[in-house]
């Protein structure tokens, strides 16, 4: 094969990766933003149980301290929170440690 036709064969290729996968061309996409059902203690207890069925229990933790600020009588929220610290190898945490994780999911 020739040199022409090599590099011909090399821009199809490499044409047809960028085509089949738009992010390589065009980098990765901004991160989402949260949105109004995000801030919802039911949204948040969702996606820590995710977490925590996955084994996460230090992620779940952001999601449920935000989660039980915004529904303070929800005996499940403190339930889910209170498993979390503890299965995720933390004896105890400090209240300045759950507002500083319930921050990140304020939707800035």
């Known amino acids: 094969m020739t ?16 085509m089949g996968d738009p992010a390589v061309a065009t980098g990765p996409q901004p991160a989402p933003q949260l949105t109004e059902q995000a801030l919802d203690p039911g949204t948040l207890e969702s996606l820590a149980t995710t977490y925590m069925s996955n084994g996460a229990y230090d992620a779940a933790i952001g999601p449920l301290a935000r989660a039980v600020q915004l529904a303070p009588a929800r005996r ?30 304020q939707g800035r």
């Open 76 to 105: 499940s929220l403190w339930a889910k929170l209170d498993e979390a610290i503890k299965k995720s190898g933390r004896g105890s945490i400090t209240d300045e440690e759950l507002t500083r994780r319930a921050a990140a999911f």
């Open 3 to 18: 040199y022409t036709k090599s590099l011909i064969v090399a821009v199809a290729l490499t044409l047809a990766w960028i």
